[in-house]
Nanobody
Framework: QVQLVESGGGLVQPGGSLTLSCAAS????????MGWYRQAPGKERELVAT???????TYADSVKGRFTISRSHAKNTVYLHMASLKPEDTAVYYC?????????WGQGTQITVSS
């Protein structure tokens, strides 16, 4: 079994910055992709950013230039640095891991961008 533990969520003012972390543990073999998704109230879950085992990154158009995804192979941890945050970034952010044993999700962490 795989566990994903997210941290770093909270309340931030517009224009501010925040960094999320997601640490994976358990039966992790051959990680293919780690990433972040988000779901705002009344909306479907959407991709924010992903990073592959070869460190190729993908970003949603809405966050390009503002968010940066990175990972530590040694720590099985993925990070999401968010800058220039906007109220429309408010959502529950979920960590995702895809590896040989399956597709796993974190419990979600709330990000609220408000003055």
């Amino acid at each position: 079994q795989v566990q994903l533990v997210e941290s770093g969520g909270g309340l931030v003012q517009p224009g501010g910055s925040l960094t999320l972390s997601c640490a994976a543990s358990g039966s992790i073999f051959n990680i293919r992709t780690m990433g972040w998704y988000r779901q705002a109230p009344g909306k479907e879950r959407e991709l924010v950013a992903t990073i592959t085992s070869s460190y190729t990154t993908t970003y949603a158009d809405s966050v390009k230039g503002r968010f940066t995804i990175s990972r530590s192979h040694a720590k099985n941890t993925v990070y999401l640095h968010m800058a220039s945050l906007k109220p429309e970034d408010t959502a529950v952010y979920y960590c995702n891991l895809q590896c040989a044993s399956g597709d796993y999700w974190g419990q979600g962490t709330q990000i609220t961008v408000s003055s």
